[in-house]
């Protein structure tokens, strides 16, 4: 049976020493009371609701799943799922970071991140119930109307209803533009919705009175492709004017999926069948309504593979220093016993700093990424908040693509610390495995990230928001140039950092040239600049850590820290080299192949 506990003080270290979060929120009137105080204590909780109230469900959950009364198209979640949902409704988690207009306690999307980051160490499947609302939140309160926000928000805000996102259908995923839902306007005003949809996470459940669907469908005179598509609101109870809920409305759930993971997850089929819909947004608009969802759920989906590379490597850690098996290669370090702990062997102790260092690298970023959004929304400064959501455009594909990618590597790696045990699931850790997998998938496959990343947010503006971040990056190699306790971590990144023009120009005119020469080195770009991302947040926690520990700081903890990061510019960031060499092969051997592929 594995354990949990939600790694605060990292938390704290990342947010307070590192990036200074409540120094930034100082100039955010909304966050004026957001002091490292009141963060601290409000994820102190979160992380015991998440240890002690979702954690223990995690195996149960999986175990169990969900079922389906195909008479009444009513799930039944797992045992205990729906108590536990009625716990955080109870204790007004889902209102924290939402706006105060609505009934939220508005306190920086930061917290909710990190909150997140929790539950969903502690359990994947539960958190995703609660965690597509927030998305739905985001959508509607951009784009929806005046009306729509005071309908919906605030039983969002309660977590009275939860939210979806119905955009996958049989025949299209990644090119929605297929779509063929229907949506034929109603002299009232509303639609009369019409299609399937599948792949529903969240989609039909036990936990809340009403659920929010945000559907993604086509007029009757819409344009071919993804310029046709618009966005309505389907709730599956219709809501009477005064907020009561009325009649059931024509959406249900067909059939739930039988899948690798996350088997506390409703992954629903959805039939509508004439459900009255809402229209958010402009008409063939959809897209850039659907896209404030979308954009909040790829953080959110990092955020998961996160929160297993966390939980895998604590358990890992544990089971490596109790399980005894051989001696070490150097002499036997625990004499008193008949073997030594693996943790003496220097692979496992190398797929345990793998994990480590993915888990603090990819927090760093995550937190990073809150901070962006904050400020991107909030910031009285217009350029602060232009400058902000630009910066988050870029990191967004890699906060998603390379932290599920780096989550696979970890949990698997976490599992092989475990040997044979890591296969059988009481331990737990075969469950970490299979519930990362979808996270490489869903929310945009990592192909499709990483197109997003090097195609439209990378050459599509000639570079200049990655020209942006690598000012961040000359500005610390500036900073710490000359100080030689830094060079290990301050000149793998200068060096990368020079080298990601060049390498950047070189494709953008291959690819101008042939297309085909983007598509085939995308996806090891994408983990070039992940890794010039992460070693910029490792060098400035190196930082950090030489600056306590020169303050005679004997803290553990930055020592650690300083371990890590040297394991990290030692051990992982060196791939980067191979990658560019990779990606530098072109599209040739792969296009010019087809006898291989006949
Ligand atoms: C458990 C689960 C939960 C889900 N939850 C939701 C949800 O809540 N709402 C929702 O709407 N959807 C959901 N999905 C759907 C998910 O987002 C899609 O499965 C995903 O976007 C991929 O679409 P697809 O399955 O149709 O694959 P396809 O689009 O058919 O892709 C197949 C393969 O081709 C590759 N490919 C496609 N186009 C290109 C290209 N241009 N260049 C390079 N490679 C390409 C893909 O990367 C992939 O490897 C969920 C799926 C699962 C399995």
Request: with cysteine; aromatic share 8%; charged share 20%.
């Amino acid at each position: 049976m594995p354990s949990y506990t939600p790694p605060l003080r990292d938390m704290r270290f990342v947010m307070h020493e590192v990036l200074k979060v409540a120094d930034e929120f100082k100039a955010i009137p909304k966050y004026g009371d957001a002091d490292a105080d009141t963060i601290n204590a409000v994820l102190e909780e979160a992380g015991k609701f998440a240890s002690e109230v979702t954690f223990p469900l995690n195996m149960s959950g999986d175990e169990e799943g969900c079922k389906l009364n195909k008479e009444t198209h009513e799930v039944t979640t797992p045992k205990g799922f729906k108590e536990a949902y009625a716990q955080y409704v109870e204790a007004g988690w889902p209102a924290l970071s939402c706006d105060p207009a609505y009934g939220g306690q508005g306190l920086p999307l930061v917290v909710n991140q990190c909150f997140y980051e929790m539950l969903n160490s502690a359990n994947q499947a539960w958190t995703m119930y609660p965690g597509l609302t927030h998305g739905a939140y985001a959508a509607l309160s951009t784009h929806g109307t005046d009306e729509q926000k005071q309908t919906y928000l605030p039983k969002m805000t309660s977590g009275e209803w939860t939210g979806t996102m119905c955009l996958t259908e049989p025949h299209c995923g990644t090119d929605l533009g297929l779509m063929r839902t229907k949506a034929e306007p109603q002299p009232d005003g509303s639609y009369r919705i019409t299609g399937n949809k599948i792949f529903i996470s969240a989609g039909e459940h036990d936990m809340a009175q009403n659920i929010i669907h945000l559907v993604l469908a086509r007029l009757p005179d819409a344009p071919p492709g993804i310029k046709g598509v618009s966005l309505f609101i389907v709730p599956k109870f219709l809501v009477s004017k005064d907020g009561t809920l009325g009649k059931r409305n024509g959406i249900y759930c067909g059939g739930l999926e039988h899948k690798m993971g996350i088997h506390g997850n409703s992954t629903a089929q959805i039939v509508i069948d004439g459900a009255s819909g809402w229209m958010v947004g402009q008409p063939n608009k959809g897209m850039q309504a659907m896209f404030v969802m979308m954009n909040a759920a790829r953080l959110g989906v990092g955020n998961q593979s996160l929160g297993l590379t966390e939980v895998a490597y604590q358990n890992a850690l544990a089971y490596a220093k109790d399980r005894i098996q051989m001696r070490s290669l150097s002499g036997p370090k625990a004499k008193d016993k008949p073997a030594d702990p693996i943790i003496v062997h220097p692979d496992v102790r190398k797929m345990l700093l793998t994990a480590k260092a993915y888990a603090e690298g990819g927090r760093a970023l995550s937190i990073f990424c809150a901070v962006l959004l904050d400020k991107a929304h909030y910031h009285p400064d217009e350029k602060v908040r232009k400058d902000s959501d630009e910066l988050l455009s870029l990191l967004t594909p890699i906060a998603k693509a390379f932290s599920t990618d780096n989550g696979h590597i970890a949990t698997n790696a976490c599992m092989q610390v475990f040997g044979g045990h890591g296969f059988i699931k009481e331990w737990g850790m075969e469950q970490f495995v299979r519930d990362n997998r979808i996270n490489m998938i869903y929310e945009g496959t990592n192909t499709i990230q990483s197109l997003d990343l090097l195609g439209r947010k990378v050459l599509g503006n000639n570079g200049a928001t990655l020209k942006k971040f690598g000012k961040m990056v000359a500005q610390l190699v500036e900073e710490e140039g000359v100080n030689e306790k830094m060079a290990e971590f301050i000149n793998p990144i200068a060096y990368l950092g020079d080298q990601m023009t060049k390498f950047t120009t070189e494709l953008g005119f291959k690819g101008f040239q042939n297309p085909d020469e983007v598509g085939a080195a995308a996806v090891d770009y994408l983990r070039v600049a992940g890794h010039l991302v992460h070693g910029y947040f490792w060098a400035r926690m190196a930082q950090v850590a030489l600056r306590e520990i020169a303050a005679g700081n004997t803290d553990p903890f930055y020592q650690a820290k300083l371990q890590t990061a040297r394991f990290y510019f030692a051990k992982l960031f060196p791939e980067t080299a191979t990658l560019m060499r990779t990606a530098r092969s072109g599209s040739k051997v792969l296009m010019d192949t087809d006898l291989a592929l006949a």
